[in-house]
C-alpha cells in the first residue's frame, strides 16, 4: 500500500471492523511512513473537533421550516390545510349541538304540556278535540267570564273547521311539537354521523 491508497482509506478507518484487510493494512502503513501518520492524526483531531461542534437547531426554528413547507403543501392543495377544515367543522359541530338542544328544549317542554294536558281534568283537552261544544257554548253563553275563555278555544276550532285534515297536527297540540323536535334531533344526530365520517 502505498501513502496515497493510505489518505484515501483515512476517511473510512473508523468504520471498518477490526479484523478487515483494508485497516490491517492501513495500520501497518501508519507504523511504518511517519508522514501517513502525521497526517492520520491531523485527520482523527479534526473529527473530534467537527464532533463536538455544536450545531443546535432550536424549536424555533425547527418549526420555522416546518412552517414552510406545509405552507407550500397548503398552497398547492388548499383543501389539506387543517385550519380551515377544522375551523369550519368546528363551526357546524356548535351550530348542530345548538340545534339538538334546542330541538330536546322543546321535545321536553311539550311533553310536560302533554302530560298536563292528561292529568288535568278533561275539560279543556276534550275541547279542542270535539269543537262543536265549545261553539255552542259560545252561541249560548252570554257571561263576559265564559265568553272570553271559550272565545280562545273558538279560533283553534275554526281552524280546524277551514282544514279538518290539518287539526291533528295543529301546533296547539304537544304531539306536534313533539314529532317535530324528535324529526330535528335525528337530524342533527345523523349530521354529526355523516360529519364524523367526512373527516375520517
Ligand atoms: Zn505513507
Known amino acids: 500500500m502505498n501513502c496515497k491508497e493510505a489518505q484515501e482509506l483515512f476517511g473510512l478507518l473508523r468504520d471498518l471492523p477490526e479484523q478487515h484487510p483494508q485497516r490491517l493494512m492501513l495500520e501497518q502503513h501508519l507504523l511504518g511512513c511517519e508522514s501517513c501518520a502525521g497526517e492520520y492524526q491531523q485527520w482523527e483531531e479534526c473529527l473530534d473537533m467537527l464532533q463536538y461542534i455544536p450545531i443546535e437547531v432550536t424549536e424555533e426554528q425547527a418549526e420555522a421550516v416546518n412552517r414552510r413547507v406545509m405552507d407550500r403543501i397548503y398552497a398547492e392543495?388548499?383543501?389539506?390545510?387543517?385550519?380551515?377544515?377544522?375551523?369550519?367543522?368546528?363551526?357546524?359541530?356548535?351550530?348542530?349541538?345548538?340545534?339538538?338542544?334546542?330541538?330536546?328544549?322543546?321535545?321536553?317542554?311539550?311533553?310536560?304540556?302533554?302530560?298536563?294536558?292528561?292529568?288535568?281534568?278533561?275539560?279543556?283537552?276534550?275541547?279542542?278535540?270535539?269543537?262543536?261544544?265549545?261553539?255552542?257554548?259560545?252561541?249560548?253563553?252570554?257571561?263576559?267570564?265564559?265568553?272570553?275563555?271559550?272565545?280562545?278555544?273558538?279560533?283553534?276550532?275554526?281552524?280546524?273547521?277551514?282544514?279538518?285534515?290539518?287539526?291533528?297536527?295543529?301546533?296547539?297540540?304537544?304531539?306536534?311539537?313533539?314529532?317535530?323536535?324528535?324529526?330535528?334531533?335525528?337530524?342533527?344526530?345523523?349530521?354529526w354521523k355523516g360529519l364524523r365520517r367526512t373527516k375520517r
Open 77 to 191: 392543495s388548499p383543501w389539506l390545510a387543517p385550519d380551515v377544515k377544522r375551523g369550519v367543522t368546528r363551526r357546524i359541530r356548535r351550530r348542530l349541538v345548538f340545534w339538538a338542544a334546542s330541538f330536546l328544549a322543546i321535545f321536553v317542554i311539550s311533553f310536560g304540556f302533554l302530560l298536563m294536558d292528561r292529568f288535568t281534568p278533561d275539560q279543556e283537552s276534550a275541547e279542542p278535540m270535539t269543537g262543536i261544544l265549545p261553539t255552542a257554548v259560545v252561541v249560548a253563553g252570554s257571561e263576559s267570564d265564559t265568553y272570553e275563555e271559550f272565545s280562545i278555544t273558538l279560533t283553534s276550532v275554526s281552524r280546524g273547521i277551514v282544514e279538518p285534515f290539518a287539526v291533528p297536527m295543529s301546533p296547539a297540540y304537544p304531539q306536534y311539537w313533539m314529532y317535530l323536535s324528535m324529526g330535528g334531533m335525528l337530524l342533527a344526530l345523523f349530521s
